[in-house]
């Protein structure tokens, strides 16, 4: 089968996707869109957002929806590495016996990350980068696909544990999830206070994943694409040449290589769910903000004059 009847074939999984979300899920398209490329680019994401706002149920909406194995960690101070890679204990026959964690999974619901402290958080970074865990001195391979989404609540920092700037790093995306509108609450509240349930049907297969992932990785880019990629990743970075006065001004440190690889894996991802078989600087566009919101670093000046990240980066686009 060619790459072109592949693609074909993947927009219309990815229509057949977002149905099933749909029938759970109310609004959120931007959200949705933006999990979905992270999944089928090879990426982890962050979900930003106050209670209440269904992160957890879509989720696991698109797990169910995925057909994937799904876990969910509740992070907690008192959660230890072990806790989520697993430990040795002593079998019947007094040997050594590896029990698996919950991170032996498909899909990670990491359910408030940033209340955990940076030992246990840590315990992630090998398995979001190298796909694999290491206990006891063994390495354990995890099942593929592989992806963590974690959440985090923006508001109530009391007693939480900033991420670190490698973790954040591994997070393809940084999604901030926002209120619903009047008739999308609407919605929510008429179908969520009856009995009815609906019924989520697995649309695509663990293997089909694999497979999508790879061709995204083989669709091609033209080089002015791959140009503007890493010239708005260097418009970041303070000491540059050619930086813009936002930057000087706002960013006390910008993006790193990895932001310049997701802006066109994200790209290629984007058009090819569109339907298009080769990105253009308008899906670049498209995937900046949740790329490189947590990778800038703004100062006490854009605090000071009530500039937001987003703000900031609309501005270098």
């Not at 008192?78 to 016996?97: C, H, Q, V």
């Not at 939480?160 to 490698?166: C, I, N, Q, V």
């Not at 997701?262 to 790329?291: F, M, Q, T």
Request: proline letters at 5%; a negative charge; hydrophobic letters at 40%.
């Amino acid at each position: 089968m060619s790459d072109k009847v592949k693609l074909d074939e993947l927009v219309e999984h990815y229509k057949l996707l977002k149905q099933e979300i749909h029938k759970v899920i109310i609004g959120q398209d931007e959200v949705v869109d933006q999990v979905l490329i992270s999944m089928f680019s090879r990426g982890h994401c962050l979900l930003v957002g106050v209670p209440g706002l269904a992160k957890t149920l879509l989720i696991n909406t698109i797990a169910q929806s995925l057909g994937l194995g799904f876990n969910r960690i509740q992070f907690t101070p008192d959660l230890m590495p072990s806790d989520i890679i697993g430990s040795e204990i002593l079998d019947e026959t007094r040997n050594f016996k590896f029990i698996k964690g919950p991170l032996f999974s498909n899909m990670i619901l990491a359910d408030e990350i940033n209340r955990t402290p940076p030992k246990t958080q840590s315990a992630l970074l090998e398995a979001m980068q190298e796909r694999r865990v290491t206990a006891a001195g063994n390495t354990y391979t995890l099942d593929a696909p592989f992806f963590v989404l974690a959440t985090q609540n923006p508001i109530e920092q009391e007693g939480t544990y900033p991420l670190p700037e490698a973790q954040l790093d591994r997070f393809m995306f940084n999604i901030w999830v926002d209120y619903p509108s009047y008739t999308e609450e609407l919605a929510i509240v008429q179908s969520t206070t009856s009995d009815f349930h609906h019924i989520i049907n697995p649309v695509i297969s663990a293997q089909q994943i694999i497979d999508y992932q790879d061709l995204v990785r083989r669709i091609p880019v033209a080089d002015n694409v791959l140009e503007y990629a890493v010239k708005l990743v260097g418009s970041t970075r303070v000491n540059s040449d050619n930086v813009p006065e936002i930057t000087k001004k706002y960013i006390t440190w910008g993006a790193g290589p990895r932001a310049s690889q997701y802006l066109i894996i994200g790209a290629k991802c984007h058009a090819a769910l569109n339907g298009r078989y080769s990105p253009d600087i308008e899906d670049v566009k498209i995937v900046a903000k949740p790329i490189l919101r947590h990778r800038l670093v703004k100062n006490y000046k854009a605090e000071a004059e009530g500039f937001s990240m987003d703000k900031i980066i609309e501005t270098l686009l």
